[in-house]
């Protein structure tokens, strides 16, 4: 019980242990629905955030920036920060801020992809089509071995 520091941790170090963790279940949630997707290995994680590149299944390219805030595009290439999309989030900083989606925030992997990746809603929805046969076949199957043994 002594050894372990994790139920006292702050806050904050607890997120600094979930970073990976978070960008590792992230990958496994959306992997069939997208060409690739991985933790960058050039951009520096720390403890507040981490860097995924992203190929979507139309082969549009990003680098995605997750932070408890959520999920933004700094780059359309992989292992990048565009510094231009910097420079004009600070020069927008308190007018009103138009359609720019490199700026853009999402609260989830899936409300980014949904949004440049027309094939990714395609895909999760043919996923979940699948499951709810499955689900519908082994629904049927019980209800036929249910009235098998009233006979």
């Known amino acids: 019980m002594m050894g372990e520091p994790k139920p006292t941790m702050e806050p904050g170090e607890e997120q600094a ?7 590792n279940a992230i990958i496994k949630d959306v ?7 991985c933790i960058s290995s050039k951009l520096a994680s720390d403890a507040t955030q981490i860097y995924l590149n992203i190929r979507t299944i139309e082969s549009a390219t990003c680098c995605v920036q997750v ?3 959520g999920f ?12 231009e999309n910097r420079i004009s989030a600070l020069l927008c900083n308190g007018q009103e801020q138009g ?5 853009e925030i999402f609260e989830t992997p899936y409300a980014l992809l949904d949004k440049i990746s027309p094939r990714y809603v395609e895909s999760f929805g043919n996923q979940l089509c699948q499951q709810l046969r499955a689900l519908q076949q082994m629904r049927t199957e019980l209800n036929e071995e249910d009235e098998e ?3």
């Open 31 to 37: 992997k069939a629905h997208v060409a690739e997707i």
């Open 67 to 69: 932070t408890s805030r």
């Open 72 to 83: 933004k595009i700094v780059s359309s290439q992989y292992d990048t920060i565009d510094e």
């Open 99 to 103: 359609n720019d989606n490199e700026e």
């Open 17 to 23: 242990f979930n970073c990976e963790d978070e960008a």
């Open 149 to 151: 043994e009233e006979e």
